[in-house]
């Protein structure tokens, strides 16, 4: 089945800089790429998605890219603020009725 | 708009035990999940049921059992509480796979 890598796990940045998380995934099948938002004792809320027909997307300081050929997403988030201090969480859904697979999450830590 | 109430917030029980959480949701959604969270290892699907009645197993359903019993309910026991099963356990639901899912509050177990 799908497997999800997600890099780094723990990613400490200066506010106002950008962050870069970065995912690959197995299935070739796979067309759906979320993206999941946790912050300490909140559950995960969905921030930005990406289907397989799109590269990029974009929504206010979100960006996520898609590269099927290299089985990579990542996302990026521009001018980071303390209130992005947060778990993220990438995952993949294969093409066949399945489930998402997430990967194993980043620790975002936005430091003044 | 819709919300996902699991119950118990805390369940605490004694190694061996037969532990039970149950998840009610309104947003008339089909499919609802059970998720492990686990500090490092990210979001583990357990269970997952796509219509009232219906089962699948997730990649983590060894030593769980659930059930679907209407459609706005889904519950998750524990056959036999270990130590090492203590985590977080995310109830989520979707209107199909590979759609927004929506997470529950979250139920921790402590095993003793």
């Known amino acids: 089945g799908e497997q999800v890598e997600q890099l780094p796990s723990i990613l400490r940045v200066q506010e106002g800089s950008s962050a870069s998380i970065n995912c690959s995934y197995e299935?070739?099948?796979?067309?759906?790429f979320p993206w999941y938002k946790q912050e300490p004792g909140e559950n995960p809320k969905l921030i930005i998605d990406?289907?397989?027909?799109?590269e990029r997307k974009q929504i206010q300081e979100l960006i996520v890219l898609l590269d099927k050929k290299a089985k990579r997403f990542s996302l990026h988030i521009t001018d980071t603020q303390p209130g992005d201090s947060a778990m993220y969480f990438c995952?993949?859904?294969?093409?066949?009725?399945?489930?998402?697979?997430f990967g194993q999450g980043t620790s975002l830590s936005v430091v003044p | 708009g819709g919300i996902i109430t699991q119950t118990p917030k805390f369940l605490i029980g004694q190694e061996g035990q037969k532990l039970t959480l149950k998840c009610q949701q309104n947003?008339?959604?089909?499919?609802m999940y059970w998720y492990r969270q686990d500090s490092g290892k990210g979001l583990r699907l357990i269970y997952y049921?796509?219509?009232?009645?219906?089962?699948q197993k997730g990649d983590l359903s060894e030593g769980y059992d659930a059930s679907r019993e209407k459609k706005s309910s889904f519950s998750l026991t524990v056959t036999s509480a270990q130590k090492n099963e203590m985590a977080v356990f995310l109830c989520?639901?979707?209107?199909?796979?590979?759609?927004?899912?929506?997470f529950g509050e979250g139920s921790r177990l402590i095993v003793v």
């Open positions: 299935d070739s099948a796979s067309n759906y």
């Open positions: 990406i289907r397989s027909n799109m």
């Open positions: 947003f008339n959604h089909d499919t």
């Open positions: 049921s796509i219509t009232e009645n219906d089962l």
């Open positions: 989520a639901s979707s209107t199909d796979s590979g759609n927004t899912l929506y």
């Open positions: 995952a993949a859904c294969p093409s066949s009725f399945s489930k998402l697979v």
